[in-house]
C-alpha cells in the first residue's frame, strides 16, 4: 500500500533532521501494480498538494517514464490517467525507504511503511 | 443514514490485537453523521484519523465524502494498520495507511494541508509508566493507556494539530471527562487560536464521554 502519493507525503522526521528530508530514497523494492478506479475529480484536487519533482524523479527510478518533467497546464484525460497510474496503482510491496539527509532506513513490509522510531530518535 | 461500516471480516483473533469498536468509536461516527452536511461543504481534500484502530471511523467518513478524497491513517500498532487497511477495501475507501505515531511522518509535507483530521486516542488515566510501556510496545495495551489525566498522548497531537489543519480545518477528538476538557479547550484557544466546542456527549457505562470539534477562531462558519 506504500503507493506514490503516500511517498509523496512522508518525510524523515528523526531528531534533528529538518532538511533536505524529503523525498525518501527507495531501495530494495519489490513493485506490485494493480488497477485503482480512475478519479479525475481526485486527481486534479490533488494535484496542488504534490511535490511534483520528487514524483517524477520516484517515478523514474522505479521505471516509469510517463509523467512530464513539468506539471502541465493543461490537464488532459491522458495526462490524468499516467498521473493516476503512477500515484495509484504501482504498490510497493517491500523494501525500504532511505532518509536522504540523516540516512534514517524507513522499513516497508506488506506493503505498509513503518515510520516508527524509537525513543531516542524522536526529535 | 450513513450504514456502519461493515466489519464482518475482522475476527475476535484480530480484536485480540486491535481495539474493537466500542461506544467511543460510536459516539464519533455520530457526530460526523450530525456534521455531515457541513464536512460536504467543507470539500475537503485530505481526511486524517491518527489512531484509526480497525478502521471503523475513517471507512465511516469515507461514506460521508466520497472517493474524491485523501484517506491517511497512522496508527503505532502494526496490526491496526492492516485491520484498517482491510476495512477500507471491505468498504470500498481508498485509504493510505501508514505504521507512525500521531501525525509525525505528515508533519513536514502536509503542513497546514489536512483539512479534517480525527482522533479518538488512548485517553484513559493511567500510570505514566503504563502508558510508557503501551507506547513502545506497539500493541493493544496502546488503545486506552494515556498516562495522567489520560492525556499523555492526546497532549503531543493537540501540540501539532495546529500546524497541520488548513485555514478550513475541523479537528475532531475524543475526550474523556476526566480529560480535563475545560482545561484542553483553554489550552488550544490560548497557544493555537483553536476554538473548541463540545458537539456531543454520551454517557457509556462508567464512562462520559465527549466529542469536542475545533475550528480556527473566527471561522463559525463554512465559507
Ligand atoms: C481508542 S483506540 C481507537 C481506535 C479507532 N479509531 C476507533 O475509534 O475505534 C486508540 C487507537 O490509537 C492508537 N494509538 C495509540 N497511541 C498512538 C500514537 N502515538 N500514534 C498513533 N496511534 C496511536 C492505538 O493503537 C489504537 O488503535
Ligand atoms: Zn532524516
Redo the contacts between chains.
Sequence with gaps: MVRLLTHNILACHAKDCNTNNFPLEFKDVQLEIREAEFNPEFLKGFLPKLEWKALVDTAIQLGDTSLPLEQPEMLDDEFLKNLHHVLLEIHVEEGSMTCPNCKHVYPISNGIPNMLLAEHEIG | MIPTPDTSHLTARDYEQVYEPAEDTFLLLDALEADADRLKELNP??CLEVGSGSGCVTSFIGGILG????Y?CTD?N?HA??CT?LTGVQNKV?I??????LA???????SH?IDVILFNPPYVPTTEDEANVAQ?S?NIGGSWSGGSDGMQVTNMLLDSVANLLSPKGHFYLVVLKQNNISRILQHMDELYHLEGEIVLQRRAGREHLFIVRFIRQGRSTVE
Design positions: 481534500t485530505i472517493p474524491s478524497v485523501l491517511l503505532i502494526p494498520c492492516r487497511y481508498n493510505h495507511v501508514i505504521n507512525g505515531s509525525a511522518p505528515l508533519q513536514s509535507r502536509l494541508k513502545s506497539r
